[in-house]
């Protein structure tokens, strides 16, 4: 299996709260996950963040806006013996309100809240672990942060 990622590979995914407390979910159109309830997801690019992959990931499947919290899961398997695929998932908050779909990914997104996506059908088994979860414990993202300009670094972030 080639890819050009290679076979190491650095996703993230977010859950989106609103001012309601439901969660911003996703409708892939391709992939394991589709036609199933998700979280909006997607691979870092060279050049960015974790938590700014996130952020643009997000924004750019549903149009929402979104403030990171912080690091609330893990995710981490191996592909056929031979590509190791890790994700970061945040926690984020919902800054805007009205869903813009990303038609060529995505064949709807909605505000769900939890208790309905816990029973749902079509929700996938990240979402139905999560809704279960009370995230009292979360890795929060801690700003200006700097290891010394020794290091070259354009962007550092802790989660802690």
Do not use: C
Request: glycine content about 10%; cysteine-free; overall charge negative.
């Amino acid at each position: 299996m080639s890819t050009k990622r290679g076979n190491v590979w650095i996703a993230v995914s977010g859950l989106v709260e609103n001012e309601n407390g439901e969660w911003l979910v996703v409708k892939k159109r391709y992939g394991g996950l589709k036609g199933k309830w998700s979280f909006p997801a997607g691979f870092v690019n060279e050049g960015e963040t974790v938590d700014e992959a996130v952020s643009r990931e997000i924004l750019e499947e549903t149009g929402i806006e979104t403030a990171v919290l912080g690091v609330i899961g893990i995710r981490s398997g191996v592909i056929h013996d031979k590509i190791s695929d890790n994700m970061i998932i945040f926690r984020l908050k919902a800054i805007s309100s009205d869903i813009t779909v990303q038609e060529n990914e995505l064949f709807e997104a909605a505000f769900m809240h939890p208790d309905l996506l816990r029973e749902h059908i079509d929700s996938s088994l990240l979402l139905k672990s999560f809704a279960d979860e009370t995230f009292d414990k979360m890795l929060n993202k801690v700003d200006g942060a700097n290891p010394g300009n020794q290091f070259g670094y354009t962007a550092y972030r802790l989660f802690l």
